[in-house]
């Protein structure tokens, strides 16, 4: 396939052509169809198309596979969507197998396995008898632009597989989607990164390439070194467990700690929304013909970039966030009053369509966020917030742990929720190597009393992710992050940096700087790291990769790459001169396991500070907090007697 | 005109105001034998001048040619009559014959089974259209480039999407007139022209016409049946109908306007066939008789020595007899406009320019400058010209005239020249009669370069596909493969020679899918030729397949691992665990942790008989152990529930590094059965399954406190926690007098300030302030504070006093409010003179 080299970055291909692709997909069912989509993609699809679009196919109506409760008197075609899992493909057999037979009146199913078909899934319909029964497709559904600035592969399952289940299916995944990117722009000239995991995705990526250039003579030119990508930077989520298992204190990340969100939607009381909202927010509603859902007072709000209140918040840390509100409202209020200015008919007109209709929008948005952010308020204004906080703050500024045993065991002791205890032991765990096994006694016998005794399997899983270990085990661990050594060395730790005008990450926990970001900002921001650890000799702009900063990536756990994927020497001059030499070079930063939406508000500060020399494109299985993290674990906890 | 180049327009005829040419392709090489006759055969082209298929006609009879030749079969030959291959027909009778775009042969027997040869080799893959079709019988078929519709028996439509995976569907019952209605005949529109971009049908039934897809049958309600053809143009724009009165209509796609009309003249006769020749005009035949109508209803006429087969093209037609080979188009404008008699176009003249110039005549400057102005596109339209040619000696002549109009131009970009220069060598190379390709230039725009390749390597033209994938700079790896595969199947050498050939040749070539090679190999028998040429293949996940078939199981399990593609290790272990005992297969998944855990994994939600299994194999107590607690979690009955714990006590027990959770878990079953037992006294509550904190915070809220004293000296419940958990459950109940007295009682371990915020935070100020003057351990801001919380503003004001903090009593003044106001300045009048 040959690809036109594009000059600039722009996700909004990647989701024209997913939307495109949904189309084919639709139309390649003729007439009214029953649409049964995996859960698993319902977000995801939902940030491609609104329903309304499904509609406007043909689509009657829309099922879960997990409900298993098709009905098969609206249309005749069933089509399904599903990732392309062997437990989809069990539960596709068994209804395919279901279906009611009526004679005369076949029911045409077809399938789309997202992002591929696999000899796995063709094998089990095979095994089940339904192969012939089905016409088996695929749609390639990889990344999704959730923002400009942010590719998701919206893998909701990544964090299990890749630390729990270790079957990594989504580092294939992972190294698909960055081959797509380096179809369309070339491959990335450096590929930089820390952790196990990551390495095992640079090891599939390079495979990949290789096999690709196998391929055919035709490829080889779109898989020259992009003269616009600078660098591809892999972080494993595994270098760097200690940021999402902190509280997010950016807007948009107390948001998801408190509300929740996935796939870019936010479900809220109706009553926080106010009026006019809730309209467009109803794209990934249920089925068309089932009655309206019975808890009618929860509403999903998508939360992007075009609300344009909620972009001069998402990013900042709360403590500014009043002050932010009250500036907008002041604006929006101006903007209103600017009727005033207007004298002529066309301006008049122009006032209308360029600043009344965007206020009006700002004023809805508006009372959303002040509502929103009042809730959060509430909420960290409790006792058992600020606990939880002075806990967290004392641990990763490294002070004395006796005092946290007893505000951990009084958290307990209190009923605060298992995700807030757990995060907190995990986090101790993690920044000190292990608990003493006195304590990793005491604690799990906390745990095990205060949650319930199935909990054994939590603390199992958390073990076997290594979050929560005797420091017996962990110590005998080949490579730990070792926080003592970086916490000075990277400056994780500052007590000193407003909250309103940042000079450094370190904003988006208040006190922390995420060190996966910091790792980000070796490769990238060498001089401003060197400076910041005093006494550093200053580093030449030349200088690229983990260069300067080799100790660091010493004391982080993980495998450490550093891989140049050249050109010979006539195709890279013969390249040159088709594409000229772009002076703003993009880096792609690839969090592999997930990232927390203050990681993402700190790569967009680090972003803003390099405009003009450097685009920052943020690449990731999946949005990822420590609530999802410490649920990943108990999943196993929760196992119900089946209903009947 | 130059010499020895015959007059282009002799083979023009003028119908209507346009020409059309009948162009001899090839003259078959079975012209030759007098005991061969076409008649006899029915034949089907493939579409882009490919192949033809003949095979005898059983509604004839024929002269017995000895048992040799009894057996049926199929010929398929290229347009020159060159013999590709002889397919033997062992089947039921044959029903219908036809090709798709990619040259594949579909043969559709009476009984609804098809085989699609692939090759023009004679392999094939086959399926069946289904049991309606077994049981009505297929009666005829249309096919079109990637599929086709077949009516059986029972006026049904069953329809053929694609032919890698062929899944028939039905299309909508018609709905005809009567259920005696015939149909008297059909077409289809193909899903790339039609309106809803699936298969439609038009049939014709009785008077009129329906109109048949996938989900409904529409009469077009016509009064003037019935229609003994159907043809469709090849730009599914306009239908050609025959009436039985002798007439062909052409009416558009939509059954709304009647474009022509022309008379055959034959009231009595049907013609045997009806075909679109390009898409303004119609050829009607019989047998030897073939009128063609053209726009506006008029028509030629020619007859033949014997029976006219019709192969329709997307730009004219082919006809083909014994004779010869022929192609009928309308002249594309430009040549028309070169050629025509009398033409004084700009490329007309540029073309008699060229010719003076050759006979060194001096009228040629002349000739250029008359058509100076327009001597571009002159130059474009003689390029454009010669692309139309057959005649290789025109096509010279015309690109001689474009040279030479261009060497005039001072500006000119050579693109397309050399473009069609090229274009011509490659025409002209598959024109050949060797070759025996009929096709055109815009045939060739049409199927691709690409597939031209794939027709000539099919061909086994490896050599010729070769030069021109090099000329056109196209892959080439696909046609070394196909010359490897064919290697490997016909050649006699030994298999070290073969494989040291195969990769000799292949090494400096890109791409080559040795899976392929080596999977010809392997079904040709020579297992060991395979493996040696799957050692070539880099991409470790394209090696599995293959592998799996060979039965080389646990290198398959390896290259799947190495490809990194999990599902592809899942697929390979899914074959494996079927095929496998349990022990063997846990030996070989053993020492691989990728496809260890893959396993773990779907077993966990899949077949835990089989995970409990693989832990015990590896003695990994644990995971047992929570495999089993799992199981204790999803049981319903209370008995196995407390069995299942006990065994996964036991096992972690066993276990040794993990006696915590293993004494946990006994605690869990003494707490399971006094939570039962609590049910049991305690009505319409439920305790089973809580944990031991809630437990206690539930019996305490409910105000069982004894027992809930009992729980916590069984559960050694340390007292700190104790104390935080009733304390949440007194408020919880709002049992303030009991609050008051229990804090009477005894000294807290918690201190006391969490009882003031419990009380205050669940709104009762007057009971969170008796634990003020107890939290002793607060400095006195913080109790001032506390005091200020409970709206005790003058309290407040004492603590300031005691403390003898004048700012303190200051900043309470403006929080007081009624009598509180005075006694603050009072008290601040007190602290005064102090200073």
């Known amino acids: 396939m040959v690809t036109e080299r594009l000059t600039e970055f722009d996700p909004s291909r990647i989701k024209d052509q997913a939307l495109r692709d949904l189309c084919n997909v639709l139309e390649g069912v003729r007439g009214k169809k029953s649409l049964v989509v995996d859960q698993a993609l319902a977000g995801p699809l939902g940030l491609i198309a609104q329903f309304s679009l499904l509609q406007d196919y043909g689509v009657v109506q829309l099922h879960w596979i997990e409900d298993n409760n098709i009905d098969y008197t609206a249309s005749k075609n069933i089509l399904y969507i599903a990732r392309c899992t062997a437990k989809n493909a069990y539960s596709i057999a068994s209804q395919i197998k279901n279906a009611p037979r009526v004679p005369g009146q076949d029911f045409e199913h077809s399938l789309f396995f997202v992002p591929r078909r696999t000899p796995l899934c063709d094998r089990i319909l095979e095994d089940e008898g339904v192969f012939g029964d089905v016409t088996i497709n695929e749609y390639p559904l990889y990344f999704i632009p959730l923002e400009p600035d942010v590719l998701s592969l919206e893998l909701d399952d990544a964090f299990e597989d890749l630390y729990l289940h270790k079957t990594y299916t989504s580092i294939f995944n992972s190294a698909k989607a960055l081959m797509l990117l380096q179809q369309q722009y070339g491959l990335f000239p450096r590929i930089t990164g820390k952790g196990d995991k990551g390495k095992r995705l640079l090891d599939a990526l390079m495979r990949m390439r290789n096999e690709a250039a196998a391929e055919d003579a035709s490829t080889s030119m779109a898989l020259a070194p992009s003269s616009l990508i600078d660098n591809l930077i892999i972080i494993d989520r595994e270098t760097d467990f200690v940021t999402p298992l902190l509280t997010q204190l950016t807007y948009e990340g107390l948001v998801d700690e408190i509300f929740g969100m996935n796939n870019s939607h936010v479900e809220l009381d109706a009553s926080l929304i106010g009026n006019a909202m809730q309209t467009p927010a109803d794209s990934t509603g249920r089925s068309v013909g089932a009655p309206p859902a019975p808890q009618a007072k929860k509403r999903k709000v998508h939360l992007e970039g075009t609300d344009r209140v909620f972009t001069e918040l998402r990013n900042v840390n709360f403590s500014a966030v009043p002050g932010i509100l009250k500036k907008t409202a002041l604006r929006i209020d101006a903007d209103f009053k600017k009727k005033d200015d207007c004298k002529t008919v066309s301006e008049m007109k122009t006032y209308v369509t360029k600043v009344l209709g965007p206020a009006q929008k700002d004023r809805t948005s508006l009372s959303m966020h002040f509502n929103i952010a009042e809730v959060i308020q509430k909420h960290i204004n409790t006792e058992l917030f600020e606990k939880t906080l002075e806990v967290q703050q004392s641990l990763i500024a490294g002070y004395s742990s006796t005092q946290q045993h007893e505000l951990l065991t009084e958290l307990i002791a209190r009923g605060a929720s298992l995700e807030t205890v757990l995060r907190l032991l995990c986090l101790y765990s993690t920044v000190n190597t292990g608990f003493k096994p006195k304590d990793f006694d005491l604690f799990r016998r906390e745990i095990l009393q205060g949650y319930g005794y199935e909990h054994v399997l939590t603390l199992a899983a958390l073990e076997k992710v290594a979050l929560f270990q005797s420091r017996t085990v962990a110590a005998s661990a080949a490579s730990r992050t070792n926080y003592d050594y970086l916490r000075n060395r990277l400056k994780l730790f500052s007590e000193n940096v407003s909250e309103s005008e940042p000079n450094d990450i370190v904003y988006v926990y208040s006190v922390y700087a995420p060190l996966s970001v910091r790792l980000v900002q070796c490769v990238i921001q060498k001089s401003e790291m060197a400076q910041a650890a005093k006494g550093e000799k200053t580093l030449g702009p030349s200088t690229a990769g983990w260069k300067g900063f080799e100790d660091v990536v010493k004391n982080v756990g993980g495998k450490t790459f550093d891989e140049l994927q050249k050109a010979p020497q006539n195709m890279l001059t013969a390249k040159m001169i088709l594409d000229g030499q772009n002076e703003k070079k993009v880096t792609v930063v690839f969090f592999l396991g997930g990232i927390t939406y203050t990681e993402i508000a700190a790569l967009r500060w680090i972003a803003k500070k390099e405009e003009g020399r450097r685009q920052i494109i943020i690449a990731t299985t999946g949005i990822i907090n420590g609530n999802k993290i410490i649920r990943a674990a108990t999943a196993d906890a929760q196992t119900k007697p089946a209903p009947h | ?835």
């Open chain 2, 1 to 835: 005109m130059a010499s020895g180049l015959s007059n282009p327009t002799s083979t023009w005829e003028r119908v209507s105001g346009q020409y059309y040419r009948k162009l001899t392709l090839f003259t078959p090489s079975w012209a030759e034998d007098d005991d061969f006759n076409l008649d006899d055969y029915l034949v089907t082209g493939a579409p882009f001048g490919g192949a033809l298929a003949l095979w005898k006609d059983p509604r004839k009879f024929h002269t017995y040619q000895g048992v040799q030749s009894a057996k049926p079969s199929i010929v398929i030959c290229n347009l020159a009559g060159s013999l590709l291959r002889r397919i033997t027909w062992d089947r039921g009778p044959i029903q219908a014959i036809g090709w798709s775009d990619d040259e594949h042969l579909l043969v559709v027997t009476s009984d609804g089974s098809v085989r699609c040869y692939y090759d023009l080799q004679g392999n094939f893959t086959q399926f069946s259209l289904g049991s309606d079709a077994e049981e009505h019988g297929v009666v005829s078929c249309r096919f079109w480039g990637t599929g086709f519709v077949a009516l059986l028996g029972n006026n049904a439509f069953v329809t053929v999407n694609r032919y890698d995976e062929p899944r028939p569907r039905p299309l909508a019952l018609p709905k005809l007139p009567t259920p005696e209605s015939k149909v008297h005949s059909w077409a289809i529109i193909p899903p790339n022209y039609s309106d809803s971009r699936h298969v439609e049908v038009i049939m014709a039934t009785d008077q009129t016409i329906l109109i048949v897809d996938a989900t409904e049958s529409q009469d077009q309600i016509l009064q003037n049946g019935p229609f003994h053809h159907i043809s469709v143009s090849p730009n599914g724009s306009y239908v050609a109908l025959y009436t039985g009165d002798g007439k062909v209509w052409v009416i558009d796609v939509k059954f709304q306007q009647k474009l022509s009309e022309y008379d055959s003249g034959k009231t009595g006769e049907i013609p045997i066939d009806v075909q679109w020749c390009g898409v303004d005009s119609v050829v009607l035949v019989w047998e030897d008789e073939v009128h063609m109508v053209g726009p506006n209803g008029a028509a030629l006429r020619w007859y033949y020595d014997s029976r006219v087969n019709l192969v329709p093209e997307m730009d004219g037609i082919r006809m083909i007899t014994t004779e010869k080979c022929e192609f009928l188009q309308r002249v594309p404008d430009v040549t028309r406009s070169i050629f025509e008699f009398g033409s004084a176009s700009p490329p007309a003249g540029l073309l008699e320019a060229v010719g003076h110039l050759e006979r060194k005549s001096p009228k040629a400057d002349d000739a250029i400058q008359l058509i100076r102005p327009s001597l571009p596109e002159a130059v474009a339209a003689c390029v454009q010209a010669a692309g139309h040619e057959f005649d290789v000696g025109w096509q010279k002549q015309l690109l001689k005239a474009a040279s030479f109009g261009k060497s005039v131009l001072e500006l000119y970009n050579s693109d397309d020249f050399v473009e069609m220069c090229k274009t011509l060598r490659v025409l002209n190379a598959v024109r050949y009669y060797e070759v025996g390709l009929g096709i055109t230039m815009d045939q060739l725009e049409r199927l691709t370069p690409d597939k031209l390749i794939e027709r000539l390597v099919a061909r086994q033209e490896h050599l010729l596909a070769l030069r021109i994938s090099d000329y056109l700079s196209l892959p080439t790896d696909k046609i070394y493969i196909h010359w490897a595969c064919m290697k490997v199947k016909l050649s006699a050498d030994d298999e070290d020679s073969i494989c040291k050939d195969i990769v000799q040749k292949l090494k400096n070539e890109r791409g080559i899918a040795y899976d392929a090679i080596a999977k010809a190999a392997f079904e040709e028998g020579r297992g060991r030729l395979a493996t040696q040429l799957l050692n070539h293949e880099p991409r470790a996940g394209r090696q599995v397949p293959l592998l799996m078939s060979m039965e080389e199981d646990e290198i398959a399990l390896d290259k799947a691992i190495e490809s990194s593609d999990s599902d592809l290790v899942f697929y390979v272990l899914l074959h494996l665990k079927k095929k496998l005992p349990v022990a063997t297969f846990f030996r070989m998944i053993n020492n691989r942790p990728v496809a260890y855990s893959i396993i773990e994994t779907s077993a966990k939600y899949q077949d835990t008989e089989l995970l409990k299994d693989l832990y015990y194999q590896d003695d990994r107590k644990t995971d047992g152990a929570n495999v089993i607690l799992r199981e204790s979690l999803a049981q319903e009955n209370f008995t196995t529930r407390i069995d299942k714990l006990k065994l996964a006590s036991k096992l972690l027990k066993d276990s040794k590094d993990h006696l915590i959770e293993a004494a946990a878990l006994e605690e869990s079953i003494r707490l399971l059965t006094l939570q039962e037992s609590l049910e049991r006294d305690i009505f319409e509550e439920s305790f089973v399954g809580l944990p031991l904190n809630e437990t206690i915070f539930k019996l305490t809220r409910l105000g069982f406190h004894p027992r809930a004293n009992k729980i916590r000296t069984e559960f050694k419940m340390p007292d700190k926690r104790f104390w935080w958990i009733k304390l949440r459950g007194l408020v919880a109940k709002r049992e303030w007098a009991e609050i008051e007295e229990w804090s009477k009682s005894k000294t807290s371990p918690i201190g006391w300030e969490p009882f003031f915020n419990e009380c205050l935070s669940a709104g009762n100020t007057k009971v969170a302030a008796i634990f003020i003057p107890k939290c002793k351990n607060l400095s006195h801001t913080e109790r001032i504070n506390m005091w200020v919380q409970c709206g005790m503003v003058a309290k407040a004001g004492e603590e300031a006093v005691a403390a003898r903090d004048y700012h303190a009593l200051e900043a309470l003044l403006p929080k007081a409010t009624g009598a509180a106001i005075p006694e603050i300045q009072r008290m601040m009048q007190k602290l005064r003179p102090s200073r």
